[in-house]
C-alpha cells in the first residue's frame, strides 16, 4: 500500500511523513486476536457506537490506541486517518483521504475496478464516493453491517456529486 499511498501523496501534495506514518501504522493490529482487540475496544470505547465501527473495523481503532499510547504519535490527522481508514467518513482530510482511498486500491487487489484506481488520480473524492459505494455493495450482498460513518460519508458525496 505504501506505493499507492506515495504516489497519491505526491500527486495532491499531502505531508510525506504524514502518510508514511500512517501508511505503516493503519493495519497493524490487523492480524491481531478478536479477543484482544474486543477487550481494547472496551477498555478505551466503552460507549463505542457499533453502528459506526462494526468489528470488522476494531483493529483501526486499536491500531489508533497504539499508535497514541505505545509509540508516542500525537500528531491528530495521522492518528484520524488510522482510525478512519476502514469506514471514510464526512469531512475527512487529505491525509485521512489518501490513507482510505490507497487501503482500497493498493496493489493486488483484484476486485477494485480499473476505472477508481485512474479517478484516483484525477478526483480524489469522486474516486472514494465510488469506492464506498462498491464497498457497501459487497457488504450488504455478504449480510455484513455497514458502518454509518461510510453510509454519512456516501450521502455527502451523493449531494456532491448528484448520484452516480
Request: charged share 25%; glycine share 4%.
Amino acid at each position: 500500500m505504501m506505493k499507492v499511498a506515495l504516489k497519491l501523496q505526491k500527486h495532491y501534495g499531502a505531508d510525506k511523513k504524514q502518510t508514511k506514518i500512517a501508511v505503516l501504522l493503519h493495519d497493524i493490529l490487523k492480524n491481531e486476536d478478536p479477543k484482544t482487540l474486543k477487550k481494547m475496544v472496551e477498555e478505551h470505547f466503552p460507549a463505542l457506537d457499533h453502528q459506526a465501527f462494526p468489528e470488522a473495523t476494531w483493529h483501526a481503532l486499536c491500531a489508533m490506541i497504539y499508535a497514541k499510547e505505545k509509540l508516542g504519535i500525537s500528531d491528530s490527522d495521522v492518528l484520524n486517518a488510522i482510525k478512519y481508514h476502514t469506514t471514510g467518513r464526512v469531512g475527512m482530510s487529505l491525509l485521512e483521504k489518501i490513507i482510505c482511498l490507497a487501503d482500497y486500491i493498493e496493489e493486488g487487489r483484484t476486485y477494485v475496478s480499473e476505472d477508481i484506481k485512474s479517478l484516483a488520480y484525477l478526483d480524489i473524492d469522486k474516486a472514494l464516493y465510488l469506492s464506498m459505494l462498491e464497498i457497501t455493495a459487497y457488504l450488504r450482498k455478504h449480510n455484513l453491517p455497514v458502518s454509518s460513518l461510510t453510509l454519512a460519508a456516501i450521502g455527502a458525496y451523493t449531494s456532491q456529486y448528484g448520484g452516480i
